[in-house]
């Protein structure tokens, strides 16, 4: 990829066989998203139509329907590329050109897919693979394999082609020499996303394999870290608590084990134990880090104890960084086995100090008999009641000490 529109990247114009369609606009737009929020793609719309409606090599980026130059018969949608060369021996792209079938009964979302159309945005998410470089898979069903059932929609991005993406916007990130400068990741539509996966031993069932969201309601709708110990003033809210959350945590990203935070999110749990932006959408949004470079990723929570990552890993990632394996902690005993063999974090650090001990017990006592059905850092079962469950989750964990990582 290479630096076409001396923003960082490329820009399509739509032709006036599109610009006229908003459903089909919004559809490319929402693609257009998934690939910044899921791999940085630097790829925007210009708000100039164009009447060219055919695929050449014109210094025109286009989007446009089939109705000039007709696709061969069954294919969907074609993207055609043009290269040059850097002066280290690659190829980049100069140009793009995008055309879609007129021969079928789209449908434009962002609705289920009826059984008898081809979903538009899919289609889109698809050719954008191959706007930024990828071929086609011969997995069905994956993102990248060269056709798509009626009725069926893929609209996300797997982590064959993700991974794929990475690889090659990382590459282009560098200086490669490619006239017009290097291709800029785009981190200001979605930030660079960590995803990550962690249980919490309180709210664990290891019969589902999920978490329970019996908090649900009480979640307050601004993140809960903005006091002692935390301290962390972040303004993160949601207006819809997306489904299954399960409660808030707390993401820190380090460039060093023990250095201080580079940055913190807060953000929502779900209860298979993903991360979530505050809009529902998967992975903790960060944006003061540095795209394709290794972090440390420390996750915190009101009243289990805190673990962080034992190697850095690179941002965005494609597959989640996984809590739920000892093996990918730092130092020893710092999850809780599960009896279905999955870890979580410890429940019962009540004061969340990365220690626990009898202090936090002092911390449950003097909640047991509130009133039920609140959101207090005792209820390290998260069932909304201060109980002696709660103190039945401590008890065999009093004594378990966090690394001095992540210790208040
Ligand atoms: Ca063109
Ligand atoms: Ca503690
Ligand atoms: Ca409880
Ligand atoms: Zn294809």
Redesign the pocket.
């Known amino acids: 990829m290479g630096n076409d529109n001396t923003a960082g990247g490329y820009s399509f114009r739509y032709s006036t066989t599109i610009s006229s369609n908003t459903a089909a606009k919004n559809a490319i737009q929402r693609a257009l998203q998934t690939w910044r929020c899921a791999a940085l793609i630097n790829m925007i719309t210009a708000a100039t139509p164009t009447e060219t409606t055919c695929a050449a090599n014109d210094n025109i980026n286009i989007l446009s329907f089939d109705n000039n130059c007709t696709l061969p018969v069954g294919t969907l949608g074609q993207t055609t590329r043009w290269y040059s060369s850097c002066t280290n021996g690659d190829k980049y792209i100069i140009e793009i050109d995008m055309l879609f079938s007129t021969a079928v009964t789209w449908n434009y979302g962002p609705g289920a897919t009826p059984a008898a159309n081809k979903d538009f945005e899919s289609i889109v998410v698809?050719?954008l693979g191959?706007a930024n470089g990828q071929g086609?898979v011969l997995d069905y069903g994956k993102l990248m394999y060269?056709s798509l059932v009626s009725g069926v929609d893929i609209r996300q991005i797997d982590d064959d082609a993700l991974t794929c993406a990475h690889i090659a916007l990382a590459h282009s990130a560098q200086n490669n020499g490619c006239t017009g400068g290097s291709y800029q990741p785009n981190t200001s539509a979605c930030g660079i996303r960590a995803r990550i996966k962690v249980f919490l031993q309180g709210p664990y069932n290891t019969t589902t394999g999920l978490m329970s969201t019996t908090l649900g309601s009480v979640i307050p709708t601004a993140q809960p870290f903005n006091r002692v110990p935390w301290l962390y003033t972040g303004t993160e809210t949601f207006s819809a608590l997306p489904t299954n959350t399960t409660d808030w945590v707390l993401v820190e990203a380090r460039s060093t084990l023990n250095g201080a935070p580079i940055e913190r999110r807060a953000a929502l749990l779900r209860n298979d134990g993903t991360l979530l932006a505050t809009d529902g959408a998967i992975g903790v949004p960060f944006t003061d880090l540095n795209p394709y470079m290794p972090y440390y990723i420390a996750i915190r929570h009101r009243n289990h104890l805190a673990a962080i990552s034992k190697n850095a890993i690179t941002l965005p990632n494609a597959a989640a960084l996984d809590f739920t394996q000892a093996a990918n902690i730092h130092g020893s005993n710092q999850v809780a086995l599960m009896s279905n063999g999955k870890y979580a974090l410890y429940s019962g650090d009540f004061i969340a100090n990365g220690i626990i001990n009898i202090s936090d017990y002092n911390l449950y006592a003097t909640q047991i008999g509130s009133a039920p059905n609140q959101y207090l850092d005792g209820d390290c079962n998260l069932d909304r009641n201060i109980t002696i469950a709660d103190f039945n989750q401590y008890r065999p964990n009093a004594a378990v000490i966090g690394v001095n990582e992540i210790r208040y």
């Open positions: 698809h050719e191959h086609h060269p």
